[in-house]
Each structure stands twice: as C-alpha cells, then as structure tokens.
C-alpha cells in the first residue's frame, strides 16, 4: 500500500531524498505519487515529524 504525507509535514525536503523511486514531489506541503511508490517505507524512516503513514 502506497504511502501518504499528513498535513504534520514541515516541508523539510529529508523524505524526496530517501525515496529510491523519485515519488515525492514538493509542494505546500510534499506529496507521494502512489502510481510510483514502491511501499519500500524509506520516506517514513526519514521523516523527522512522523508525517508519512501506510495509506
């Protein structure tokens, strides 16, 4: 199951990083394009707010 940005998102820039698959794009807050997350949960791991849960 893809994963989802919560409105906790500060908009650091750590997850875009992290994610193997290029899935997260900026915006007011960052957002994951679930026809590209693999599920790998490296963005999750990375967030330092918890921002980013299992859709």
Request: hydrophobic share 30%.
């Amino acid at each position: 199951m893809p994963r989802k940005i919560t409105d906790e998102c500060l908009a650091c820039g750590t997850c875009q990083g992290e994610c193997p698959v290029d899935a997260i794009s900026e915006g007011d807050k960052y957002s994951v394009d679930p026809s590209k997350c693999i599920d790998c949960g490296a963005c999750e791991a990375a967030c330092p707010v918890g921002a980013i849960v299992e859709e």
